[in-house]
């Protein structure tokens, strides 16, 4: 059973920093694109940054300059250091992976998130 497991949310001050963990396992071939995705009550989920298996990388505009996204291929995890967190920032954090498996099957999985709080 081929998964992704969140680690690294919590509850921070305005100003603060924390990161994120998305590790995957399972009977993985590969991984391509990774990303992290957030969404906050009430609100569509969007996109907060993306890195392809070349480690292209798109943020959003409004983490740019703040969040960094990073992948390990080794141990198949994708991270997002968060910096200068904004109570706007709250919002659970999801991610995903774009994996090939051993049966050459490819598909998106999804992590079931990660609650991040910033208080002001």
């Known amino acids: 059973q081929l998964q992704l497991v969140e680690s690294g949310g919590g509850l921070v001050q305005a100003g603060g920093s924390l990161r994120l963990s998305c590790s995957a396992s399972g009977s993985i071939f590969s991984i391509n694109a990774m990303g992290w995705y957030r969404q906050a009550p009430g609100k569509q989920r969007e996109s907060v940054a993306t890195?392809?298996?070349?480690?292209?990388?798109n943020y959003a505009d409004s983490v740019k300059g703040r969040f960094i996204i990073s992948r390990d291929n080794a141990k198949n995890t994708v991270y997002l250091q968060m910096n200068n967190l904004k109570p706007e920032d709250t919002a659970v954090y999801l991610c995903?992976?774009?994996?090939?498996?051993?049966?050459?099957?490819?598909?998106?999985?999804w992590g079931r998130g990660t609650q991040v709080t910033v208080s002001s």
């Open positions: 890195i392809s298996g070349g480690s292209n990388i």
């Open positions: 995903d992976a774009d994996v090939t498996n051993t049966a050459r099957a490819r598909t998106i999985y």
